[in-house]
């Protein structure tokens, strides 16, 4: 499985070179702020990737960074590690959409988990959005032909209900998998299910 | 720290007003007013009482004298009707005349004249008591000369006192009677203090009874009463009079009895006064040093409370720093041991040596987390209280510091309670820290306008509590650190309160930050959410 990068925004600069020294004998990309304003500035250029905010940093917090991040488009998956330990900012962390939350220091294998977590997350994410692209593409009458196809309905099914000719109803299909790039009727079910506008 | 006032309890205005009573000056002059008061009072009473007793017995010799001298009338009319049926002067006469004199001692002499027809007038009968002056016919004749026959008239008579009535009886004879006016009044009829005196329109005729002093002494008076005798003969005035000294008007007896009660009943009053006011201001006294005890304690309270708060948030703030370096030396040492790995160096003594280092950096880490879990072991006594309360509660103790520096503290807090889910002391400590920073950045400027503010407002789903001062302010190269632990812009700060003030609003789910004024000094703000359920606002009711 291959992991998204990693952006790790850490003010001690002993962490960051030894977690990206860490994680780098993993094979995994991993980029590091130490200034939490400049990577706010820089994010939405970055391809999507996993968090890793320290919780405690002058002037913002991991979580406020978190909160502005997701406020400018970019709501990844967010790991926030803290030395602090502290229950209520815990809870909060949850609250706000936050997937998982470390305590410094961090053992190798459960940042490395927390981190394949976050990034099969990041994934679902990723497929969810790549379908909504897919399937916006399509035309209205399109759209509902996808649907009934997502049923396991047959051509001439979809004909009768739309009062269509079946030759019509074969030409949608034949524009549906030209669009999404596939004609297999188990990826158009997927898609019809996943590829609804948020 | 804050130091307690001056033990100096200045007693209220009101019972000023009453010492003046301690001044022996003012109580000789009440006292004083209080005899003067008595004496008029005294004086007045007593003359009245003179006046009556004069005029009363005044009245009651004026109607016994008039009884008198109608009675001489009588007498007069029966005799000259007894001379005028016997022609001759007889013994009947004499004998009723001696009868006369006999039963009415101030009738003295009876006489019997023969008026003149060409010869000189003579006595015809005469009767006299011995105290009676001999008449002279010639007087008598020409007292009654003008009369027509049956009238009477007065007339003087030679001896002292005496006086005469004269009746005409017919062209020839006249009666007379000699009366001794110092018997018109009986012995016990005149009081013994009065002095009487007759008089006609000639002149006095006679006085009676006590002596007047030649001198009327100091303040001494006389008390009069004059009448007429109503009387066609005998026309007299009657004047009755009392002297009245100054011992009368304000027997010295009764009065020294006033002075003495009086001047121990002011005394007593005074001393009863002054107890009482020893009483409420001892009260006072004992009012102020419970209120400094109660000050006292809140601030014993809170240092406490600071203390406990002050070495967690130490122990924290360490934990916080000695983690950073940790998470390095963890994450280094197990990327060591995986490049070592990947270099066949697995087993081998470096790899060895950094094992070791992932042990002890683990060890470590076991370390910090036992003292965070000391740390956090204060347990958390959040409920649900009235932050205006606790805000005004924190900035009258912060008063008394900020006076003594001279710093003006203006506090602003809405009637209506604020209810949010804090621990009181912890809070209060809060805001009291950020009062004396505010304080400290105020004498650091050295301002003579020194000012701090504390403010207590709604704001969206909470309360805002503002403290601002017109000090010199926060450095922007500061502003970004200030609530980092051990950071301290100050020379011998610790740079503990800041962080601790955060560790404590977050802790009630709150947040603080700092800025700059609108009009320089620095501005900090707490945010805390508002106790939501009705439960929660139940449990503050309680």
Request: with cysteine; glycine share 8%; hydrophobic share 45%.
């Amino acid at each position: 499985m291959t992991m998204a990068p990693v952006y790790l925004v850490d003010d001690d600069e002993g962490v960051r070179s030894a977690l990206s020294l860490l994680l780098g004998t993993y094979g995994i990309r991993i980029e590091t702020f130490g200034d939490p304003t400049a990577f706010l500035a820089r994010a939405p250029k970055l391809k999507p990737g996993v968090l890793l905010l320290d919780l405690r940093m002058p002037a913002i917090t991991g979580l406020q960074l978190h909160e502005r991040l997701a406020a400018i488009g970019c709501d990844w998956p967010t790991i926030i590690c803290t030395g602090h330990g502290d229950v209520h900012a815990c809870r909060r962390a949850f609250k706000a959409g936050v997937v998982d939350f470390l305590t410094k220091p961090i053992d190798e294998q459960v940042l490395i988990e927390a981190l394949q977590q976050a990034s099969g997350a990041l994934d679902v994410h990723a497929e969810k959005a790549e379908a909504v692209k897919l399937v916006a593409q399509l035309t209205d009458r399109e759209r509902e032909v996808l649907d009934m196809v997502g049923r396991g309905w047959s051509t001439k099914e979809i004909a009768d209900s739309l009062r269509l000719s079946p030759r019509t109803v074969d030409t949608h299909r034949a524009n549906i998998a030209q669009k999404l790039g596939t004609t297999s009727v188990a990826e158009f079910a997927r898609l019809a299910l996943i590829g609804q506008a948020p | 720290m804050m130091r307690l006032p001056n033990p100096d309890p200045a007693a209220p205005p009101m019972h000023r007003r009453l010492t003046f009573l301690r001044s022996s000056a003012a109580l000789a002059g009440g006292w004083l007013l209080l005899l003067a008061a008595f004496g008029v009072y005294s004086a007045t009473s007593h003359w009245q009482a003179f006046e009556q007793e004069v005029s009363e017995s005044g009245r009651a010799l004026q109607r016994a004298i008039s009884q008198r001298v109608a009675q001489h009338d009588a007498h007069l009319t029966g005799l000259s009707a007894l001379g005028l049926a016997q022609a001759q002067p007889s013994e009947d006469f004499d004998l009723v005349a001696k009868s006369i004199l006999r039963f009415y001692p101030r009738i003295v002499a009876i006489d019997l004249v023969r008026l003149p027809s060409g010869t000189s007038p003579d006595v015809v009968s005469s009767a006299t008591s011995g105290d009676g002056s001999t008449v002279d016919p010639a007087q008598v004749s020409r007292a009654v000369e003008m009369l027509t026959p049956g009238k009477a008239a007065y007339g003087a008579d030679a001896k002292p006192g005496h006086y005469r009535v004269m009746k005409r009886m017919n062209e020839t004879m006249a009666v007379s009677l000699d009366i001794d006016g110092a018997k018109l009044v009986e012995g016990e009829e005149l009081p013994r203090w009065a002095t009487l005196r007759l008089s006609t329109a000639e002149g006095p005729l006679l006085e009676t009874g006590v002596k007047q002093p030649a001198s009327e002494g100091f303040l001494a008076r006389t008390v009069s009463f004059d009448a007429s005798i109503v009387s066609a003969t005998q026309p007299l005035r009657l004047s009755l009079q009392r002297h009245v000294t100054l011992a009368q008007l304000l027997p010295p007896l009764p009065f020294a009895l006033f002075a003495a009660i009086s001047l121990a009943g002011l005394v007593l009053v005074r001393s009863l006064l002054k107890h009482r006011q020893d009483a409420v201001l001892a009260r006072e006294a004992a009012d102020a040093a419970s209120r400094r005890e109660a000050l006292r304690q809140h601030e014993t309270k809170l240092a406490h409370a600071l203390r406990i708060n002050s070495m967690g948030e130490m122990a924290s703030g360490i934990a916080h720093e000695l983690t950073q370096p940790l998470t390095a030396l963890l994450s280094q040492s197990q990327a060591g041991r995986r490049i070592a790995a990947a270099n066949g160096l697995t087993d081998t003594p470096i790899d060895t040596v950094l094992a070791a280092n992932v042990q002890q950096a683990k060890r470590a880490a076991d370390i910090l987390v036992r003292l965070r879990a000391y740390v956090g072991k204060s347990a958390l006594e959040a409920g649900v209280h009235d932050l205006g309360r606790h805000v005004a509660d924190i900035v009258a103790l912060s008063r008394i510091d900020l006076d003594r520096r001279g710093i003006a503290l203006d506090v602003a807090v809405p009637e209506a309670p604020a209810l949010a889910r804090i621990d009181p002391v912890e809070i209060e400590q809060v805001i009291h820290n950020l009062i004396r920073n505010a304080a400290d950045a105020v004498e650091q400027a050295g301002r003579a306008d020194g000012r701090v503010r504390v403010s207590l407002t709604p704001a969206g789903p909470g309360y805002e509590i503002i403290v601002s001062d017109n000090g010199v302010g926060i450095a922007p190269d500061i502003l970004p650190r200030l609530f980092e632990p051990f950071f301290s812009s100050k020379p011998d700060g610790m740079g503990l309160g800041l962080s601790l003030c955060e560790s404590i609003v977050e802790r009630f789910d709150g947040s603080i930050s700092a800025g700059d004024g609108v009009k320089g000094g620095a501005v900090f703000t707490v945010r805390l959410p508002a106790a939501q359920d009705r439960q929660e606002r139940e449990e503050a009711a309680e």
